[in-house]
């Protein structure tokens, strides 16, 4: 992509993500009522919002504009989201300020952002937070395209699959981390909010990738690209 | 001079403690980032980050926090904040830490390590036997 098609994706990107995190607002309330203190849906629309708005129109190169977007949700979005999405997001900037947006530079930047929040939150897989979406889609995208070598496109609907599975997986665990591990085991049973938004975040950003680049995007995660061994087949002839 | 800065999810609270800390050391540094910015409960990393930038004269600054996102927001505020001093969150009590803190900061000869040894000192306090 161009410098210029660049700027357009990124800037198309964070509006589509303002734009259903309105949407989704009262779904996410919803969902960290349960099991929170229901502020994750307005944190996350006021936040996004201001960030759209902050870079609207901007001339910048994308590094400098995904930057300004992490520094506008910290200062924007209360709570732990503030660091964990802002923060990451401001961090994980620096992985495209060589050579923009390209297919390598978005694994680093997804690596990066993992990377902060499991630095920042302490959160493993199991915790029931963002990173049990986060972690099987940064690592699906990242094995799609280093040696599957799928378009990024094509990666992208793949970690969004696996980023599905992720928040299903958060339903029947345990929370370990933030506002729900202080309900023990009534968090049980409800969908971790994080994880949620998490994935409504991927799902814009494959809506925009699919405007920007070409790619098969009806794909499941699970299945590999090239199929593993039979494991009934026992290598004979007959 | 150590400065301190203390972090609560409320405005009030984190004024209340810097309150109770400065009456028992007279001449510390200490400064309140409370609440989330915008008159809510929260905490905010630019409102710390602003905090450790006024207490902070060049050698260095502690850190006294709550809950949760507190200690999230302090550390992205340390990343933040336009500094060559040392800025440490020191794992206290947040207003038995803040009253040790400031005790020992008020002392000309005190260090970042001081202070924050003073201030998880609180750590062990027992109110009761």
Redesign the interface.
């Known amino acids: 992509m161009s410098d210029e098609e660049q700027r357009e994706a990124v800037l198309m990107a964070i509006d589509r993500v303002a734009t259903r995190m309105q949407d989704e607002k009262s779904h996410l309330t919803d969902l960290d009522s349960a099991i929170g203190d229901a502020d994750h849906g307005a944190n996350l629309a006021r936040g996004f919002t201001a960030a759209a708005e902050a870079v609207e129109g901007s001339e910048d190169d994308v590094d400098e504009i995904v930057k300004k977007i992490g520094v506008t949700l ?2 924007k979005v ?3 989201s ?3 999405y802002g ?1 990451s997001i401001m961090s994980a900037s620096q992985t495209l300020s060589e050579e923009g947006l390209t297919a390598e530079t978005s694994i680093a930047f997804a690596e990066a952002y993992l990377e902060k929040v499991l630095d ?2 302490g959160a493993r897989v199991g915790s029931k937070t963002m990173v049990d979406a986060l972690t099987p889609a940064v690592h699906t995208y990242k094995k799609s395209i280093e040696v599957d070598e799928l378009p990024p496109v094509t990666a992208l609907a793949k970690a969004v699959a696996a980023a599905e599975r992720g928040v299903a997986f958060t339903v029947p665990i345990r929370a370990e981390k ?2 729900a591990s202080f309900l023990g085991w009534r968090s049980v049973g409800h969908q971790d909010p994080g994880a949620t938004s998490t994935l409504f975040i991927m799902q814009e950003l494959l809506a925009t990738a699919e405007k920007f680049t070409e790619g098969e995007t009806d794909v499941d995660a699970l299945a590999p690209s090239e199929p593993d061994v039979d494991p009934d087949d026992d290598g004979g002839d007959e | 001079m150590i400065g301190l800065v203390v972090v609560s999810h409320s405005s009030k609270a984190a004024e209340g403690i810097c309150e109770i800390a400065a009456q028992m050391a007279g001449g510390a540094t200490i400064e309140p980032a409370g609440g989330d910015g915008e008159g809510g409960i929260g905490t905010s990393a630019p409102r710390i980050q602003d905090a450790i930038e006024t207490v902070d004269d060049g050698d260095g600054v502690v850190i006294l926090v709550d809950l949760g996102s507190a200690v999230m927001n302090a550390e992205l505020a340390i990343e933040m904040a336009e500094t060559e001093s040392d800025v440490v969150i020191a794992d206290a009590p947040v207003l038995e830490g803040a009253l040790n803190g400031a005790v020992e900061a008020s002392n000309t000869k005190a260090t970042v390590e001081s202070v924050v040894e003073k201030a998880e000192d609180a750590r062990e306090y027992h109110k009761v036997n």
């Open positions: 910290i200062s209360g709570g732990a503030g660091p964990l923060g920042r939150g933030g506002r």
